[in-house]
Each structure stands twice: as C-alpha cells, then as structure tokens.
C-alpha cells in the first residue's frame, strides 16, 4: 500500500502552522500572547444578523439539506448588493453561486476548471488558496508580481510568451491579502483586454471589497464592460460584516464559470445550513450601517498601530485597504528572515504575526500584521515590541543602536 498520495506530496509544510503552534501552546501555557497573526474578526455581527439566525433555526423545516448553489434569496440579495454598490447588473440564477467562504469557492473552482499540466498565473506573494488550491488540482503554477506596475504587465506577457502550455488562468485579488495593495478600475479594464487578447479566464478575489480607507472605493472587475466574458469575482461577508465563521461567500460572473462551479459543488456539498443563509440575506438587504461602521474600526486600528508601531522604533507602510499591513522587518534584523522574527517576536513580545514567507517567497522580508485587537491591545503590542527591539539593539526605525 502506497502512503505517497499525489496531492499531498505536491503541498510543502505550512509555514505559518509553525508560528500558530508555538502561539497554541504559548496561549496554553498561561502567557497573554496578543494575536496579530490571524485575520479573525474580533466584533460579532449585527443584532438583527443574529435574531435571524435564531428566527430561522426554531422553524422545524429549516435543518434539513439546503441548496448548493444558495437560497434563491440570498443569491438575489447579493445581485442586489452589486447593483447598488458597483451598478453591475448580475442575474441570479446564471451568474451568482453562495459558496462557503471565497476560499471554498476558489478551490472548488480550481477543481472544476483545472487540468493536470495546465499552467495558472497566481500572484506571490498571495493568500495561500490562491496557489495551492490549483496546485492540489494538478496544475502548475507561474508566479507573477502582486505590485500593479509596468512589470506586472511584462511578467504576464513574458508568462504568454514562453510558457508551455500557455497559462489559462490568471489570479487576481485587490485589495492585496498580504500586502494590502489596491488597483483602480483603468487597471482592471487594461486587465480584461489582456484577458481577451490572451483567452485567459481572470478569477478575481475581491474579500476585502468594503475595507478601503482615505476615501478610496475599491473598484470590482465586472464594472468594466464585457468583464464577464473572462472573468468570474468572489467575495465574502466574513469581513465586511464580522462573520467569519459563519462561512457565508459569492462567486459572481462569467457564466460559464458559475455554470462549472455550480456542478463541482452539486457533487461535494449541500449548501451551507440554511438558517445561514437566511441570515446572510439579512446582513445584505437590512441596514448597511456595520459596513461603514467596521470601515471606521478597522481605519482607526491602522492609525493607532502605525503610529504606536513607528514609536516603539518600527516603520510600518500605512495600508491603503484591507484589515492587514504588510510590514518590512525593521533593516537591523532582516538577516533573520521572517520566520524567525516571527518566532523571535512571539517568544520574547508575546505578539503573534504571520511570516511573510507563508504567503510565497517573494514574501519574504516582510510580516502579514492583523488589526483584530482593540487600539489598546494595539498600544500594548508596540510597548512590548519597542522592549524587544531595544534588547537587539534597535532604538530607533531602521537603525542599529550606535549606527
């Protein structure tokens, strides 16, 4: 009996399982280790999110199977939401799916689309789904830049030009999970052209859609005409509405797309339960109030904890989106790689981050920081940081003490 299964073979340890340990048995062990690793909301949903919940679930005909595809309701409340917030017009029996989560629904979509060989270009650094849920498909991934410059565009036209077989998927997520970068809607309709000049399908991770900051809306891909030709977007109510765990997502788009993601899911799942559902369709069509509100909370973190972080001797980018920052590690330790800083940070600041070599190798030299604790979680992670920092030998940003 063989125990070299192919997929498992084809997936490389988890680096950032190795922090999550030592944090698991840190925590287990008593210390107060303050969590900046994981992108975990800290807020419940909405009141009325919940009652729902609860409404639903005391109906005795509501815990049976559901649907795969989504209640009817919940994928005409998500058409709605795009109507309203993009003015994108989707029907919702041919271009709308619920998924579990948008990391569900990429997986699942890998599994539907991809070939063993098949070449797909994913962005590294990246959210992990966005490589490994092709690589355990089969395919063969071709890193490009996640930084929208010039040479993003030349690294997918030299990935065109001299890879065999030529790529038929490219991924894309804006705003950036790790990096938090974001693009505007002249990127996305340069993109679809390309799309279409190269007959390449474009899946665009847009899970971050309702966190961007200094006045700036994030733009969605199928605002740009003929977008769904090529493209198909997934979003997901974990952040925007603080339900995580509740593992309610939406694929939207390319009919074809949809159509073949649909099928997949009809094999391997009945849906989320249905009293889920009914309380997504709750968060989508009721008071929008906790979108903004969540935009504020999460706005408010980044400015106490850049300006708590830079104080203790750590200059942090300011992120433009999303609920992460994408730090550099401070010049005088970069030598330790992210890992190890990682680890050394958990250890001696009790502060967990996540490597940024977890996201892809181009991550590395950098940390994934979460702004899922309060500003005064936030504060006292810079104080311990600040002590760390002086025990190496850094007093101030990007310099070594006597330099």
């Not at 084809?10 to 925590?27: F, G």
């Not at 330790?333 to 890992?339: A, E, F, I, Q, T």
Request: glycine share 8%.
């Amino acid at each position: 009996m063989s125990e070299d299964f192919y997929r498992i073979k084809r997936l490389p340890p988890y680096v950032i399982a190795e922090v999550n340990a030592m944090r698991a048995a840190a925590r287990a062990g008593g210390e107060d280790i303050i969590d900046l690793g994981m992108g975990n909301p800290d807020l419940p949903p909405p009141p009325h999110v919940i009652e729902k919940l609860c409404e639903v679930a005391m109906k005795p005909d509501a815990h049976g199977y559901s649907q795969s595809k989504g209640i009817p309701g919940l994928r005409k409340a998500q058409a709605n939401y795009y109507a309203r917030r993009f003015n994108v017009e989707l029907d919702p029996e041919t271009e709308v799916v619920v998924t579990m989560g948008s990391k569900e629904g990429l997986s699942s979509l890998a599994t539907a689309i991809t070939a063993p060989g098949d070449v797909v270009l994913a962005p590294n650094p990246s959210y992990p789904i966005h490589t490994f849920g092709f690589i355990i498909a089969g395919a063969t991934i071709r890193s490009v830049p996640t930084t929208p410059d010039e040479n993003y565009w030349r690294s997918l036209d030299r990935a065109m030009a001299f890879t065999v077989p030529r790529p038929s998927v490219l991924v894309v997520g804006y705003p950036s999970n790790p990096t938090a970068e974001v693009v505007d809607l002249a990127f996305y309709e340069r993109l679809v052209a390309w799309a279409k000049e190269n007959k390449v399908w474009v899946l665009s991770d847009l899970a971050y859609s309702e966190l961007y900051y200094d006045g700036c809306p994030t733009p969605s891909i199928l605002q740009v005409p003929g977008a769904k030709d090529v493209a198909i977007e997934f979003t997901s109510m974990s952040k925007t509405y603080s339900m995580a765990g509740w593992r309610m997502g939406f694929a939207v788009g390319n009919r074809q797309l949809i159509a073949a993601l649909t099928r997949v899911k009809s094999y391997l799942d009945y849906g989320a339960f249905t009293p889920i559902q009914a309380a997504a369709c709750a968060a989508l069509n009721g008071p929008q109030d906790i979108v903004q509100k969540n935009r504020e909370l999460y706005h408010k973190r980044r400015d106490v904890m850049i300006d708590a972080f830079g104080r203790a001797g750590w200059d942090i980018p300011p992120p433009r989106a999303s609920m992460f920052a994408w730090a550099p590690l401070p010049p005088a330790l970069k030598h330790m790689g992210s890992l190890e800083f990682s680890k050394q940070l958990l250890q001696h600041a009790k502060v967990a981050v996540a490597p940024g070599v977890g996201y892809g190798e181009d991550g590395e030299g950098y940390v994934r920081i979460a702004m899922v604790e309060n500003e005064q979680r936030l504060r006292q992670a810079a104080r311990n940081v600040k002590r760390y920092l002086t025990s190496m030998g850094v007093n101030a940003p990007g310099r070594a003490v006597g330099s």
